[in-house]
């Protein structure tokens, strides 16, 4: 995956602003600048001790830095609910046997380790059939997965059934169906470090430094090496929504982006984001409509004279 994201910048023209660390966080963080940003995607449930994790990600973001922390809510589903052999409702069955109780939620760990919470967001995958042949394969590994901790926990028909639907040379093969969906939904915590002593956790021995004139600093992106499933989704879940969207590099160049700089905001723009702040529009709708981040927005506000 490291390989894939090191060709992906290097043709981005962002080698120069993007490096990849391959590291165990359960032995420990590695040496790195104090951070802006950083993101754990679909990574914190595989760590030994999440909390001891979450300590770190705050001793390595600068005052003020942003924490976004994404997770599957489940395991994406596939399969119609008749699919032609043994009982309708496998696949319900099988997620019920594996998932009995709610999905993690980390909003008090992230509290705990002394950041401010700002959002906690869903995003619903559901992209209707057909879809392309990428999807079958990553149905398949996820369903193989799956399949590893069922014994003991599903009837001998649901077992039979759903070896068929893995047979790839089976005539119930799930290479062999054009009804095959991507259903699934994922949580983002975004949370900050906070720039005043009263917001840090308890007993916390840094020194405070302010943030003024402080040079942007990194993004650290953390993605663990033990989930295939989990790349795989990505990989068909991109490849589901590019032909509407096109290319990420596609996409930004729409949007007015060039490189992979984002835009300045004249003092123009900044003059009239004010206004409608002002007029009750949030940071997120000003943002769309002057074709940059958020960030960048809320970046400009924060360092432009009134």
């Excluded at 914190?44 to 994404?70: C, E, I, K, S, Y």
């Excluded at 040079?215 to 033990?226: C, V």
């Amino acid at each position: 995956m490291l390989h894939r994201l090191s060709k992906k910048t290097s043709a981005l023209g962002l080698s120069d602003r993007i490096r990849s660390i391959q590291t165990d966080l359960n032995e420990g963080w590695p040496h790195l600048e104090t951070s802006d940003l950083l993101w754990a995607a679909a990574s914190l449930h595989h760590m030994a001790d999440p909390d001891r994790v979450l300590a770190g990600a705050f001793d390595n973001l600068r005052p003020g830095g942003l924490l976004a922390v994404t997770e599957m809510d489940f395991f994406p589903r596939f399969l119609p609910d008749d699919i032609g052999v043994g009982r309708p409702g496998l696949e319900a069955r099988v997620h019920a046997a594996l998932n009995p109780g709610p999905s993690v939620d980390w909003t008090e760990h992230v509290a705990r380790a002394g950041f401010v919470l700002e959002a906690k967001r869903p995003f619903v995958v559901d992209l209707p059939a057909p879809l392309p042949a990428a999807t079958a394969r990553y149905a398949q590994v996820c369903l193989r997965k799956l399949r590893s901790h069922l014994d003991g926990q599903l009837p001998a028909d649901d077992l039979a059934a759903l070896l068929a639907v893995l047979d790839s040379d089976g005539p119930h093969s799930v290479l062999r169906r054009d009804d095959l969906t991507v259903r699934t939904t994922r949580t983002t915590w975004a949370a900050r470090r906070p720039t005043t002593p009263g917001g840090w956790r308890q007993g916390h021995p840094h020194h405070i430094q302010a943030p003024t004139a402080h040079p942007a600093g990194p993004a650290h992106f953390i993605r663990s090496a033990g989930s295939s499933a989990d790349v795989a989704a990505d990989r068909a879940v991109s490849a589901a929504g590019s032909g509407a969207a096109g290319s990420g590099a596609d996409a930004a160049r729409a949007r007015g982006r060039v490189g992979g700089h984002p835009p300045a905001l004249t003092s123009e723009q900044i003059a009239d984001a004010r206004i409608l702040l002002s007029a009750g529009q949030t940071r997120i709708a000003v943002a769309a409509k002057l074709r940059v981040s958020r960030w960048t927005l809320s970046r400009a506000l924060d360092t432009a004279p009134r």
